[in-house]
């Protein structure tokens, strides 16, 4: 599967940790976003980024992301939803590949649990120009055509 993804720069042939976020886009075309904590230890704090986390075991990677998107924001998604779009070398740890997935849900804020993060929010492009966003995000976020 991971040959489905659309490599953004150079990426280590034997990833010693992968991640599988999520790029999920309401049915108006926005993205959500998670503003990340700003506790000591945490990477990239006070920076917004797509949800996600780490694969564990010999977990799929659909299926780690449908776990951190559940998680993290209380919404259970199927695997099969998602798309995949980009992988790109994590900053945060080297030797790590972070694997993007994209897909719309009919999900309203109203319906979101955050249970990781100080905030989260839906996004068009043009104010995603805007954030301060952790670069992984950005540069996935761009290829997929959601900043503006």
């Known amino acids: 599967m991971t040959d489905l993804f659309t490599p953004l720069g150079d ?3 034997d990833p010693v940790t992968r991640a599988a976020v999520v790029v999920a886009c309401d049915t108006r075309g926005r993205v959500l976003l998670q503003l990340r904590d700003d506790f000591p230890g945490v990477a990239a704090p006070g920076q917004w980024c797509v949800f996600g986390g780490g694969v564990e ?3 799929g990677l ?6 951190e ?4 924001t209380g919404v ?4 099969e939803l998602f798309q ?7 900053r945060a740890h080297k030797g790590a590949v972070l694997y993007a997935f994209r897909c719309t849900v009919p999900v309203e804020v109203a319906h979101i649990k955050l249970a ?4 989260f929010g839906f996004f068009t ?9 952790v670069p992984t995000t950005r540069a996935v976020l761009t290829h997929a055509g959601l900043v503006g």
């Open 11 to 13: 990426l280590p042939a």
């Open 57 to 59: 075991g010999d977990e």
């Open 62 to 67: 659909a299926q780690a992301a449908a776990r």
């Open 69 to 72: 998107f559940a998680e993290e």
């Open 76 to 79: 259970i998604l199927s695997p």
């Open 84 to 90: 995949p779009l980009a992988a790109v070398a994590g």
């Open 116 to 119: 990781e993060g100080a905030g």
């Open 125 to 133: 492009a043009r104010q995603v120009a805007a954030l301060d966003l």
